[in-house]
């Protein structure tokens, strides 16, 4: 086996200094949204509007944010699953998973769509409603703890940058 030094002077240049494996964009943006939807879950396990139940589980790490990918993305007046599987990023099995297991919580409920009597779409429940106004509670202020991190200003570029860089 070579010598640490004998593999910097054979490896090509770009792996003599690999730290930008660590520190480069995508890297940074995953761990802030990790980070953002770890508070977020937190917040909303302490939220007084969230059933105790569903309150429990959060706390307990059981929801987990591919569970937010629904409150994220289904519609108010309901989802069809494969549309809301290709608006979270996800396959229609993981999202029917992850849709069965908040049926089961009581967040959302398959119903008939009423413009296909042969398809069946995902709708909030009564419950998931609460839960989604705890979402929008806790996005609101885990923004705010964000925005009292970096600065009003840096806030305001890296949220345009994100927003122009997305679209």
Not at 60 to 83: C, F, N, W, Y
């Amino acid at each position: 086996m070579p010598k640490n030094t004998d593999l910097n002077r054979l490896s090509p240049p770009f792996l003599q200094d690999d730290r930008w494996r660590e520190t480069h964009l995508g890297r940074l943006l995953g761990h802030a949204m990790r980070r953002f939807d770890e508070r977020v879950l937190h917040l909303m396990a302490g939220n007084e509007g969230v059933p105790l139940a569903l309150a429990n589980l959060a706390a307990r790490d059981q929801v987990s944010a591919a569970h937010v990918h629904i409150t994220r993305h289904l519609a108010l007046e309901g989802s069809r699953l494969t549309d809301l599987a290709r608006a979270a990023g996800m396959s229609k099995q993981a999202m029917g998973d992850l849709v069965d297991q908040c049926d089961a919580w009581g967040l959302v409920r398959r119903e008939a769509d009423p413009l296909d009597a042969r398809a069946r779409r995902v709708v909030f429940t009564p419950v998931g409603l609460a839960w989604l106004q705890a979402f929008k509670d806790a996005v609101a202020q885990t923004e705010a703890e964000f925005r009292e991190a970096v600065g009003k200003d840096v806030a305001t570029v890296v949220a345009l940058g994100l927003e122009a860089y997305a679209h």
